[in-house]
């Protein structure tokens, strides 16, 4: 069994920083991507960050230049470092990770940027 645990979420205002970990534990041998998505009140889950295992990334670019996705794989751990937030930013985050050809999801974590 695999378990993905988010935290660093919370409440910041416009310009401020967040950032965000999401540990994956279990019975892991390999880890192929790992990701951030986001769904606001209303609207589709969607993605904001992805890395796979060769170390690649992929924005969505709505947060090009200001959020940074890094991975410690010691840890099994996935990072996102969010800058210069804006209101629209606001949303739980959930992490996913694709290990051993089976996507997980964690529980998710709200992040509020306020005007």
């Known amino acids: 069994q695999v378990q993905l645990v988010e935290s660093g979420g919370g409440l910041v205002q416009a310009g401020g920083s967040l950032r965000l970990s999401c540990a994956a534990s279990g019975s892991i041998f390999s880890i192929n991507a790992m990701g951030w998505y986001r769904q606001a009140p209303g609207k589709q889950r969607d993605v904001v960050a992805v890395?796979?295992?060769?170390?690649?990334?992929n924005y969505a670019d709505s947060v090009k230049g200001r959020f940074t996705i890094s991975r410690d794989n010691a840890k099994n751990t996935v990072y996102l470092q969010m800058n210069s937030l804006k209101p629209e930013d606001t949303a739980v985050y959930y992490c996913?990770?694709?290990?051993?050809?089976?996507?997980?999801w964690g529980q998710g974590t709200q992040v509020t940027v306020s005007s």
């Open positions: 890395i796979v295992s060769g170390g690649s990334t």
């Open positions: 996913n990770a694709l290990i051993q050809n089976k996507l997980y």
